[in-house]
């Protein structure tokens, strides 16, 4: 099946310090990927719509300016936590939609996220 | 927007015995309803889904059914094992919106041997 590949899977950064995560999807075309956050013990919390080729589209509450999206190619989102403070720590996960076999999504693998 | 509502919080059986978990969506226009599986620290795991045009779906030992009147969506799983302790969410999109999902708060499923 579709896989989406996420990197990295964990990573600490100092405070102050910025973090890109990436998610690729590696055996088909993703027009649109998703960003979510999800605390210890929460569900999944949609953070923003990554667009190929326009800007991405955040939820209510989100930050743009903190979360920096870059949909560069049908293949590639990024997403750069930027002058990152603890309370950033968190698991971030992706997904994408292929298109072409309906409605499944498929999930990155997540991106553990410590500030200290 | 969409908001999923999903109950319990916390779940748990014996082994053997079956499992619903209940859920509700605000938002009618939404046409797509995924129920993941995670475990700690891993990506969800989609195990059933079901469209808006169906109400009852069934794959071995789980099922899904849809009221889209009541706009409420359940997850039954059947002679449950060990092995299906996890955390459930289920999900809803709505229509037009590509892969976009809300998902609910999700539930802790404890299955005792």
């Known amino acids: 099946g579709a896989v989406v590949s996420q990197h990295p899977s964990w990573v600490i950064c100092k405070s102050g310090t910025s973090v890109k995560i990436e998610c690729r999807s590696l055996?088909?075309?993703?027009?649109?990927m998703f960003w979510y956050r999800q605390f210890p013990k929460q569900s999944l919390m949609l953070m923003a719509t990554?667009?190929?080729?326009?800007?991405?589209?955040?939820e209510q509450g989100v930050e743009k300016d903190k979360f920096l999206i870059n949909h560069a190619s049908l293949t590639l989102s990024t997403l750069t936590v930027t002058s990152a403070h603890p309370e950033d720590s968190s698991f971030y996960i992706c997904s994408a939609r292929d298109r072409i076999s309906g409605n499944t999504i498929y999930f990155g693998e997540g991106s553990w996220l410590t500030v200290v | 927007g969409e908001n999923v509502e999903q109950h319990p919080s916390t779940l748990s059986v014996q082994e053997g015995d079956s499992a619903v978990i209940k859920c509700t969506y605000s938002?009618?226009?939404?046409?797509?309803f995924p129920w993941y599986k995670q475990e700690l620290g891993k990506r969800p795991q989609l195990i059933i889904d079901i469209r808006s045009n169906v109400g009852e779906k069934k794959d071995q030992r789980i099922a899904v059914t849809l009221n889209k009147t009541a706009k409420h969506f359940s997850l039954h799983i059947t002679e449950t094992q060990p092995e299906d302790s996890a955390v459930y969410f289920c999900?809803?999109?709505?229509?037009?919106?590509?892969?976009?999902?809300?998902f609910g708060q999700g539930t802790e499923l404890s299955v005792k041997p």
């Open positions: 938002d009618s226009a939404s046409n797509y």
């Open positions: 990554s667009n190929e080729g326009s800007k991405a589209t955040y």
């Open positions: 055996d088909f075309q993703a027009t649109t």
């Open positions: 999900a809803a999109r709505l229509y037009n919106q590509g892969g976009k999902l809300i």
